[in-house]
C-alpha cells in the first residue's frame, strides 16, 4: 500500500478481555516499530523488529504485551487481559533499514485508539 | 542512549519564525539528528534529518553547531497550521546487539497565535 495501515482505527474492550492490533507496513520495509501514546503524552516505545526478528523487545511494559511479525511484512500486537491503564493510541511505524548509523525517516500510521472500559 | 532536551511549549505568532532548540550533549559520532512533527490525532511525520551545519528543505532549516551537542530547528513564518508537536530524535545503535530505535522524548508543543 501507499502507506502505514493500521486497524482497527478504534477498539474498545471491557476490562480483562484480549485485543489484537493489527500493523501493514510499507512494502519492502524491513524495519517495523510500535508506540504507544497516551492522551497529552509523548511517544512511549514498545518493540522493534528488524525481519520477523524483535532485537529490541525492552519496551514492552509488561508481560500481557506480546508482538509478532510475519513475512517480513504485518505485525500483530496482542494485549492479553487488558486493564483500563491500556487504554491509549498504538502507533505503528515502518523504515526502510534500521541496522547503521543513520535514522532512515520513519512513515507511521494513524494509529489505533483503544480504550479500555 | 542518547537523551534529548527540549522545551515543553512555545508560542508564536503567525508569520514569525519560530526555533525550536534541542540539546542532545551524549550524540555519539556516528548519530543522525532527526525532527518529526505530529497534529493532533495523528502518527508523527519526518521533517528534517542532518548530521553537522546547516540543512534545509522545503518545510524547515536544521542548524548543527560544530560540537553537535544541540540542534535548532526554524520553521520560517509559521502559519496556524503549524500548530503541532515537534520531536527532536537522536540516532541510536547498541553496537553489541545491532539494535535499534527511535527514541520520542516529550516533544516541543507549537502554538501558533493569529
Known amino acids: 500500500g501507499a502507506g502505514v495501515s493500521q486497524s482497527p482505527s478504534n477498539k474498545v474492550t471491557e476490562k480483562g478481555k484480549d485485543v489484537e492490533l493489527r500493523c501493514d507496513p510499507i512494502s519492502g520495509h524491513t524495519a517495523l516499530y510500535w508506540y504507544r501514546q497516551r492522551l497529552g503524552q509523548g511517544l512511549e516505545f514498545l518493540i522493534y523488529f528488524q525481519g520477523n526478528s524483535a532485537p529490541d523487545k525492552s519496551g514492552l511494559p509488561s508481560d500481557r504485551f506480546s508482538a509478532e511479525r510475519t513475512g517480513e511484512s504485518v505485525s500483530t500486537l496482542t494485549i492479553q487481559r487488558t486493564q483500563q491503564e491500556d487504554s491509549a493510541v498504538y502507533l505503528c511505524?515502518?523504515?526502510?533499514?534500521?541496522?547503521?548509523?543513520?535514522?532512515?525517516?520513519?512513515?507511521f500510521g494513524q494509529g489505533t485508539r483503544l480504550t479500555v472500559v | 542512549l542518547a537523551k534529548t532536551t527540549q522545551p515543553i511549549s512555545m508560542d508564536s505568532y503567525e508569520g514569525q519564525e519560530v526555533n525550536i532548540t534541542c540539546s542532545h550533549n551524549n550524540i555519539a559520532t556516528n548519530d543522525y539528528i532527526t525532527w518529526y512533527q505530529q497534529f493532533p490525532s495523528q502518527g508523527p511525520r519526518f521533517i528534517i534529518q542532518?548530521?553537522?551545519t546547516k540543512v534545509t528543505n522545503e518545510v524547515a532549516s536544521l542548524f548543527i553547531p560544530a560540537d553537535r551537542k544541540s540542534s535548532t530547528l526554524s520553521l520560517p513564518r509559521v502559519s496556524l497550521s503549524d500548530t503541532a508537536v515537534y520531536y527532536c530524535?537522536?540516532?541510536?545503535?547498541?553496537?553489541?546487539?545491532?539494535?535499534?530505535?527511535?527514541?520520542f522524548g516529550k516533544g516541543t508543543k507549537l502554538s501558533v497565535i493569529p
Open positions: 530524535l537522536v540516532g541510536d545503535r547498541d553496537s553489541g546487539a545491532g539494535s535499534y530505535q527511535l527514541t
Open positions: 542532518g548530521y553537522k
Open positions: 511505524a515502518s523504515s526502510s533499514t534500521a541496522l547503521g548509523t543513520a535514522i532512515t525517516e520513519a512513515f
